[in-house]
């Protein structure tokens, strides 16, 4: 009886006495395996086989277990599939769903051919955007560090931390121009909806900026339109430059507060699915508008300025957005921890791919930004201007040509 029951023992597969650690990088594992858009993609790199080997690995303490995760996520090339340790998972749970941030204000990304860190695009008000740091520079070392050896999760990490903490960035800009520079971490007032009048002698125009799409964006977009209705703004301007993304959720949200009853955006999941998803009749705003974006905007603000354009609810104005046109779920793991996954595509009403190629604005901008978007110095709001005053002006005209033309149509009935 012993033997045979020793004998059973032996032969109980290991993943059955998996320690914590183990069972840990296991489920991460796991929940790639179930949600990655991409199943051929995980064939290719063998991705059972890397479980088996991973669990081979020597895994007892929490920073093996990371560690372990980050290597086993590396052949799939996708910088924005990564494992988000403790501090990384708060942080990014803060930017979706809070006011403020510590750091130095970076929205970064990852070139997919070179693997070098861009910056996406700066935080208003952060000591990145004070010390100068533009859309398209690269991030090339932190405190020493290569990006390269880091990649873009540790970047990220790196370069977060406590108010009043410093970090030594080396970047090299767009001029091929590199230094270093040493910046104060600090709290950055997300603040993502920023809105406000502007008049000349004839017209009042809203102008509505979004820095970023947290989770309380969609209500205070519709509260700050309600505003505007009420001062009787005859258009408006919706500012995305910069806007990295966000929650996709709320830029969906948003769209649907413009549009009436038209397709907002195109996902396709890992079994080749396309769902569309229909705003709904009702809209916040249905008066003339133009859109402002540029190469710092990307993901969700893309959606967004998407279907503006394909449903030609709103001009674009600017420059060729940034190229994100992926989709990551936020996955809890263990207690503490998350894991971001990328779990769908998407594609603008008319079925375009924005992953790696961006949106095409209908009129191009090569002008320098200004220092502080949407001041009186932005020259970009005043070419929007300028452009929606030239949509007022042809409006008047058409209408008073067709009350001449109804007016001779009553008369030769009265004849």
């Known amino acids: 009886m012993i033997c045979i029951f020793s004998t059973n023992f032996l032969y109980i597969p290991s993943v059955y006495a998996l320690s914590d650690s183990k069972q840990f990088v296991l489920d991460a594992w796991t929940l790639v395996n179930e ?18 080997k991973t669990l081979q690995k020597q ?3 929490s920073d093996e277990a990371y560690s372990a995760i980050e290597d086993m996520l590396k052949p799939l090339e996708d910088p924005f599939t990564r494992i988000l340790k403790p501090k990384d998972y708060e942080l990014l749970k803060t930017s ?3 006011s403020e941030i510590n750091g130095v204000g970076l929205q970064l990304g990852e070139d997919e051919i070179t693997k070098e860190i861009k910056v996406i695009s700066t935080l208003a008000g952060s000591p990145a955007e004070e010390a100068g740091i533009m859309s398209g520079d690269k991030i090339d070392k932190v405190d020493g560090i290569s990006c390269f050896e880091l990649g873009l999760a540790n970047t990220a990490s790196k370069l977060r931390g406590e108010s009043g903490t ?5 970047i090299t800009s767009i001029n091929n121009e590199t230094k270093e520079l040493d910046l104060e971490r600090r709290s950055v007032d997300l603040r993502p909806v920023r809105t406000k009048r502007l008049r000349d002698d004839s017209h009042t125009i809203g102008y509505l900026r979004i820095t970023q799409f947290s989770e309380s964006v969609p209500k205070s977009i519709e509260e700050a339109l309600q505003e505007l209705k009420e ?4 258009g408006v301007i919706l500012d995305l430059r910069n806007n990295s993304g966000g ?9 649907d507060s413009f549009l009436s009853e038209k397709p907002i955006v195109e996902t396709k999941d890992r079994n080749g699915i396309k769902d569309a998803i229909i705003s709904q009749k009702n809209t916040f705003f249905d008066g003339p508008m133009v859109t402002l974006v540029n190469k710092g905007t990307a993901s969700a603000s893309e959606i967004l300025a998407g279907s503006l354009q394909d449903n030609k609810r709103s001009t674009l104005i600017g420059e060729q957005t940034y190229g994100k046109g992926l989709i990551q779920s936020l996955k809890s793991l263990g207690e503490d921890s998350g894991i971001a996954i990328t ?35 932005d020259k970009w709001v005043k070419n929007a201007e300028i452009y929606l005053n030239s949509l007022f002006d042809k409006n008047e005209v058409e209408k008073k040509v067709n009350g001449i033309e109804k007016e001779i149509e009553n008369k030769d009935i009265a004849i």
Do not use: M
């Not at 993609?41 to 086989?49: A, G, N, S, T």
């Not at 001062?231 to 005859?234: A, G």
């Not at 929650?247 to 769209?255: F, T």
């Open 231 to 234: 001062k009787e703004v005859e």
């Open 247 to 255: 929650l996709v959720s709320s830029g969906i949200a948003v769209a």
């Open 59 to 61: 895994i007892e303490t």
């Open 343 to 377: 779990v769908a595509s998407y594609l603008t009403p008319e079925g375009n791919n924005i992953q790696g190629r961006g949106i095409t604005p209908d009129i191009s901008l090569d002008l320098p930004e200004a220092a502080e978007f949407g001041n009186s110095e």
């Open 35 to 52: 949600g990655y858009y991409d199943p051929e993609r995980l064939e290719e790199i063998q991705w059972k086989r890397i479980r088996q």
């Open 96 to 98: 979706n769903f809070g």
């Open 166 to 170: 410093k970090v030594l960035v080396q």
